[in-house]
Nanobody, 112 residues
């Protein structure tokens, strides 16, 4: 059974940092791209960042470029999202995605 589980969310003041983790199990995901998305209250889910299976390429939404860093550990099928200089507009539920699988999300709240 495939499981995708996010963790690391929380409440942080503006300018602070958080590191999200996503663990995928039930299949070998090391050969697939992995990505983070987020959904703010009242808004549609949007792309945040993605990383290729071999870690050679990353891509970021313009809104997080220069502040967020995506990385992965293929030995453990884990993907990370380091978020620095957080802004109130980063408040959202953050979801991990690999192939057609999604986690249930982890909530990030940035206070002003």
């Amino acid at each position: 059974q495939v499981q995708v589980v996010e963790s690391g969310g929380g409440l942080v003041p503006a300018g602070g940092s958080l590191r999200l983790s996503c663990s995928a199990s039930g299949r070998a995901f090391s050969m697939y791209n992995m990505a983070w998305y987020r959904q703010a209250p009242g808004k549609q889910r949007e792309f945040v960042a993605t990383i290729t299976w071999n870690k050679r390429q990353t891509l970021y939404a313009d809104s997080v470029k220069g502040r967020f860093t995506i990385s992965r550990d293929n030995a453990t099928d884990t993907v990370y999202l380091q978020m620095n200089n957080l802004k109130p507009e980063d408040t959202a539920i953050y979801y991990c995605n690999v192939q057609q699988y999604w986690g249930k999300g982890t909530l990030v709240i940035v206070s002003s």
